[in-house]
């Protein structure tokens, strides 16, 4: 595998975007969500027992303990958390030195502050991986090459691994009749939590093709990682594909926050600096393209048609793909049995732990090597002291994270060493490594099971009220919020599945809106004036459940003028009022209500600042804030890319290229490692006797000729960027 500068600091960037989008879309729901007027007020959560600041954070790892030392109650100092880690986020992706390891630690600390009142393990692994990955730009002011950085970058590929690996596996393991079936695609698009409007046009698809990309997602989730280690580099490219594609049907199909954009970030592990160049259309000066032999790429090329070949082969057999005689298409079916598949994952799971530690030697092996030839005595020094560093954590990271992994074969998981478990036991509450399986159950084979909410003045004459996101109103097009994640609106998805007393937060819900809390409104419409009770809060609420399905294209192809229709189901929840027995039964009984004043608000300065913030953003909607963030950031970046390369352009006769000064550094260690301590020591004696002559005739040419003040300036910037050699262009 060739160098990874690119890939890194591309990684680095979109994981700034990715912070701030989460910030920000967490930030515009806090009031609402876990303000003091809002469903669950995060201060009941958060009980302040006097208890010294260390115990605090050991029983509850939350910087939210410091709050009232700031003289904050719980919610401004959750607002302000994310303000702060907004702020830093945003200036990351402006600022490269800024995506540092300091700074993303700083980041997954504010984040993880947040773990209590959300559930995001993905974007906490990945965001403490950032703190090994990225340079420590702040205290060596340097974003040069490190000899480790294929190490640490190696353990975001291992997380993409085990991500899509097991999202693959638990959709057999559960069972599902849908996904033995090949059908969960004929209930996915509009069944899923909030569809996109082409999720309606998906969901129009042939069932045949349906079945077929059910087959799809199983050869790319489940076959294709490993191909993610392979030594062969079009294999891993060819895998960087198809699990960009994959993400890429999934976002447009549906929203899922800013999950999917993640995925997507962490499939840049498997890329090189020469692919980036491909996309750039430039040559990769820092790859050896002399190659004499010609048998080598010929038989990297017999291996790699050959591997294809063989998925492609064990796909129709195991599925039994067959051009369908009947109707146009392919049939297919699941041609194994469940016996199978367990004794399969049986079969790979311990060989794939096996395949991650070969390859992580490999990279470690690697790496140390490298630092061994950097010229240089306390160079090779530092360099190798922090190799060593790194590497153990990241063996350490490895190890723990075989846990969680293991989950998905419970033999495997129980012959893993206990030690190793009693290490991941330990570090559990900081989320440092998690377990995944995406869609492992497709649910609502029946309709779409929906909660609608009724209210009334007189309980007469019910009025619905409609929420921005979740399917409603059936002439409303579905919408678009990726990367904002509605808590809410996902919330009333997971409520539907069940009855209201799965969801003791829905009676919070009907105790709000019969008051009128504003906070709480605006969770529902952003715009309080679309809300059908602005004026006057409804005396009366109710639920129902309703199935809910996408409504068929007609016969001649036009469109319907409505995008759902719906039968109804059952009574979700009762019709109740302020004071009804149901209601105060039901708060009591899920401890709803508020017996503890809140604390008064504070008038410090940090408050003010907060609350003036949150004046400025209100009545906003969260996509809207998000991507003007990002198409900001993204737009500085790019204006500040162009004028580089200008200036670059300009100087082209006399500045050195950064792509040649990185080639120069590559190429000088791949021949210090290639040559023996004698030969340095005689072309280091030759060096400085060329160095000595050269200084006399620089010497003699001074006194001839002065060198203007425009040459000393770019033989300083040539020795500069000679000095900090990994440079490259600007992300």
């Avoid at 049986?346 to 092996?365: C, H, Y």
């Avoid at 990367?483 to 007393?501: C, I, K, N, V, Y």
């Avoid at 002559?693 to 000393?712: F, G, L, R, T």
Wanted: aromatic share 12%; with cysteine; charged share 20%.
């Amino acid at each position: 595998m060739g160098e990874i500068i690119l890939p890194r600091r591309m990684f680095l960037w979109c994981m700034a975007v990715i912070y701030l989008a989460a910030f920000v879309s967490l930030y515009v729901q806090i009031p609402g969500l876990y303000g003091n007027e809002g469903l669950l007020p995060a201060r009941w959560q958060l009980r302040y027992s006097g208890k010294p600041l260390l115990d605090q954070l050991l029983s509850s790892p939350t910087l939210l303990w410091l709050g009232p030392r700031l003289g904050l109650d719980t919610h401004t100092a959750m607002e302000l958390l994310c303000l702060v880690g907004a702020a830093l986020s945003l200036a990351a992706t402006l600022v490269e030195g800024l995506r540092d390891s300091i700074v993303f630690f700083c980041l997954w600390a504010l984040y993880i502050s947040m773990y209590q009142v959300s559930l995001d393990n993905l974007l906490l692994e990945t965001g403490f991986l950032c703190i090994l990955v990225a340079p420590l730009t702040l205290i060596r002011g340097s974003r040069g090459v490190r000899e480790h950085d294929r190490v640490t970058f190696w353990l975001i590929r291992w997380l993409l691994f085990r991500l899509m690996f097991a999202s693959g596996v638990v959709k057999l393991t559960s069972r599902c009749p849908t996904w033995w079936g090949l059908t969960a695609l004929t209930y996915h698009y509009e069944t899923q939590c909030i569809p996109t409007p082409l999720a309606w046009f998906a969901h129009q698809l042939p069932v045949w093709w349906q079945k077929l990309s059910v087959v799809g997602t199983f050869v790319i989730e489940i076959a294709v990682p490993f191909l993610f280690f392979s030594p062969l580099r079009r294999l891993r490219l060819g895998a960087f594909y198809l699990q960009v594609l994959l993400q890429v049907l999934i976002i447009l199909s549906g929203n899922y926050n800013f999950f999917n954009l993640l995925t997507l970030t962490l499939c840049l592990s498997l890329l090189d600096d020469q692919h980036v160049y491909f996309w750039l259309h430039k040559a990769d000066k820092t790859s050896d393209q002399k190659n004499n032999s010609k048998l080598w790429p010929r038989l990297c090329y017999l291996l790699e048609l050959s591997v294809w070949a063989l998925m492609i082969h064990g796909t129709i057999i195991l599925f039994d793909l067959q051009p369908n005689a009947t109707k146009d298409g392919i049939s297919s079916r699941t041609a194994f049995t469940y016996h199978h598949f367990n004794q399969f994952l049986k079969t790979v799971t311990i060989p794939s732990v096996w395949i991650g530690v070969l390859s992580l030697t490999w990279e470690m092996v690697r790496s140390m090597f490298r630092c061994a030839c950097v010229s240089g005595f306390l160079k090779r020094f530092w360099g190798t002291v922090q190799w060593t560093l790194l590497a153990a954590a990241s063996a350490s990271m490895f190890a723990v994270s075989l846990v969680p992994f293991t989950y998905i074969e419970y033999d495997s998981h129980a012959r893993l060493w206990p030690g190793v478990r009693q290490a991941y036991e330990s570090v559990d509450r900081y989320q440092l490594v998690n377990s995944y399986g995406l869609f492992r159950r497709m649910t609502g084979v029946g309709g779409r099971p929906e909660v609608v909410i009724e209210g009334s003045h007189d309980g007469v004459e019910w009025t619905e009220i409609e929420f921005m996101y979740k399917p409603g109103n059936l002439s409303a097009s579905p919408p678009v919020v990726t990367p904002h994640q509605p808590r809410l609106d996902w919330q009333m998805w997971f409520a539907a599945l069940g009855p209201h007393t799965q969801a003791p937060w829905f009676t919070s819900l009907m105790y709000k809106l019969l008051q009128g809390k504003r906070d709480v409104i605006e969770l529902i419409q952003t715009d309080v004036s679309q809300y059908p009770f602005h004026q006057q809060p409804p005396a009366y609420l109710r639920a129902h459940r309703y199935r809910y399905w996408f409504t068929e294209s007609k016969a001649d192809g036009s469109y319907p003028q409505r995008w759902w229709r719906r039968v109804y189901d059952e009574e979700f929840y009762p019709i109740v009022h302020l004071g009804s027995t149901f209601l105060e039964s039901m708060l009591t009984q899920y401890g709803l209500k508020d017996k503890s004043p809140p604390r008064r608000l504070s008038n410090t300065a940090v408050a003010q600042v907060v609350r003036w913030t949150r004046s400025q953003v209100r009545g906003v909607p969260a996509p809207t804030l998000i991507w003007t963030l990002i198409a900001c950031s993204a737009t500085f970046c790019l204006f500040r890319g162009l004028r580089s390369r200008n200036k670059g352009t300009e100087k082209n006769s006399l500045a050195p290229d950064a792509d040649a000064i990185v080639s120069d550094h590559t190429k000088n260690v791949s021949d210090n490692c290639e040559k023996s301590d004698e030969q340095q020591a005689e072309e280091e004696e030759e060096h400085n006797g060329v160095n000595s002559e050269d200084e006399v005739e620089e010497n003699e040419s001074e006194e001839k000729d002065a060198i203007s003040d425009e040459e000393e300036e770019e033989v300083e910037e040539d020795e500069m960027e000679k000095e900090d050699i990994p440079e490259k262009e600007k992300f």
